[in-house]
């Protein structure tokens, strides 16, 4: 079983960028597909971004062209880096890890504890 510790979350004016990390131990990236979700109160855990073990990559279309999902099996480590940001991305953003390269997230196995992203207008 792998541990995940999302950070980088934080609070942004729209337009804005950040960077968010999600450091993996117990257990290699690369043996897993990896994922980007959000949930904001009221709504859905909904994918954003998700990575297959070769690194293709496949993101939402409310976020393609804005968000880049990567990561360094060296370090273990999963990234997402958000630019031009909205008030409506404002949301909990959890990064899980799991057997299926899926936007579901009952796909996913484990899951961090989630870092806070707002974006004001």
């Known amino acids: 079983q792998v541990q995940l510790v999302e950070s980088g979350g934080g609070s942004v004016q729209a337009g804005g960028s950040l960077r968010l990390s999600c450091l993996a131990s117990?257990?290699?990236?690369?043996?897993?597909?990896m994922g980007w979700f959000r949930q904001d109160p009221g709504n859905e855990r909904e994918g954003v971004a998700i990575?297959?073990?070769?690194?293709?990559?496949s993101y939402a279309i409310s976020v393609q062209g804005r968000f880049t999902i990567s990561k360094d099996n060296a370090k273990n480590t999963l990234y997402l880096e958000m630019n031009s940001l909205k008030p409506e991305d404002t949301a909990m953003y959890y990064c899980?890890?799991?057997?299926?390269?899926?936007?579901?997230?009952?796909?996913?196995?484990?899951w961090g504890q989630g870092t806070q992203v707002t974006v004001s207008s």
């Open positions: 899980a890890a799991g057997n299926r390269w899926s936007f579901r997230p009952d796909r996913y196995g484990s």
């Open positions: 990575i297959a073990h070769d690194g293709s990559p």
């Open positions: 117990g257990s290699g990236l690369s043996t897993y597909s």
